[in-house]
Nanobody, 125 residues
Framework: QVQLVESGGGLVQAGGSLRLSCAAS????????MGWFRQAPGKEREFVAG????????NYADSVKGRFTISRDNAKNTVALQMNSLKPEDTATYYC??????????????????WGQGTQVTVSS
């Protein structure tokens, strides 16, 4: 079992920045891919960014490329999502997730084995 706990959400004005953190416990993550997803009211949960724990390879949704950065800290077993130039359309509940494997090709969210409880991000215009 892997436990994931997100933190760092909040209210920010458009153009501002927030940093989300996901603390992982329960297992070593060397064989996992970590992801950030988000879900706005009335919308499907969507992929935002992913990182392969073993080598730090990353990928991003087109909507956040150049604005968001995903990273991991091996010593602290955490995954961060640095969000810059935030827009009102980034408003959502953000979830951290983990899946066993190594592919960085897009996979259905059902392939993710573990999920955090989510943290709210609200961007005001």
């Amino acid at each position: 079992q892997v436990q994931l706990v997100e933190s760092g959400g909040g209210l920010v004005q458009a153009g501002g920045s927030l940093r989300l953190s996901c603390a992982a416990s329960g297992r070593t993550l060397s064989n996992y891919v970590m992801g950030w997803f988000r879900q706005a009211p009335g919308k499907e949960r969507e992929f935002v960014a992913g990182i392969r724990w073993s080598d730090g390879t990353t990928n991003y949704a087109d909507s956040v490329k150049g604005r968001f950065t995903i990273s991991r800290d091996n010593a602290k077993n955490t995954v961060a999502l640095q969000m810059n130039s935030l827009k009102p359309e980034d408003t959502a509940t953000y979830y951290c997730a983990a899946r066993v494997g190594s592919t960085m090709r897009p996979v259905p969210r059902t392939r993710y084995d573990y999920w955090g409880q989510g943290t709210q991000v609200t961007v005001s215009s």
